[in-house]
């Protein structure tokens, strides 16, 4: 369990053989859904406090003290976002899992994968994102589309053909 995998948090991804940490990514910007289109309070103040956090912890600021009043208001957040968006009641005679709300089923995530979320703080050389990863994998792709490319206009050019058999060896 030596790599580290920064990702979203689809629950196929957690069965890879992997240290797992949350792109924080992908969590500001669903809070910032929450926030602005369904106007919860809770996930506007979380989005900001990760935002501060991340900040301080890359430019090396964040002191102990900072670090453990962050941990302490991360906990009080998602246990707002928690009781601003009870559980749904069970339908009678309704099989398997009641549909939650997206606001309870992102403090419900954040509780129970916290120390996937936080990972970025709490362990040295882990990123706050996965954008790097995903950078190399874009460019990655990039090469590969234009060395296609390259391959097809070669093969659908008589001219390019020819030159290519007429080249000495």
């Known amino acids: 369990m030596g790599r580290n995998l920064d990702d979203d948090a689809w629950l196929s991804y957690f069965q890879l053989c992997a240290r797992h940490a949350l792109c924080n990514t992908h969590l ?19 989005r900001t406090a990760l935002q501060g956090v991340c900040h301080q912890h890359k430019a ?41 709300s997206p ?10 994968h916290r120390d996937k979320v936080l990972r970025f703080l709490l362990e040295e050389g882990v990123p706050f994102d996965n954008n790097q990863a995903g950078l190399q994998v874009l460019a990655a792709q ?3 589309i234009d060395t296609d490319r390259q391959e097809w206009s070669e093969l659908h050019n008589p001219a390019a053909l020819l030159t290519a058999r007429c080249r000495p060896a």
């Open 28 to 46: 500001l910007r669903e809070l910032r859904f929450l926030h602005e289109q369904l106007e919860q309070g809770w996930a506007g103040e979380l």
């Open 60 to 100: 090396a600021t964040l002191t102990p003290a900072e670090k453990a009043a962050f941990l302490v208001r991360f906990d009080a957040l998602v246990e707002a976002g928690l009781v601003s968006n009870p559980a749904a009641e069970p339908v009678p005679k309704q099989r398997g899992r009641m549909k939650q």
């Open 103 to 112: 606001g309870r089923n992102l403090a419900l995530r954040c509780q129970k």
């Open 142 to 144: 990039l090469a590969r």
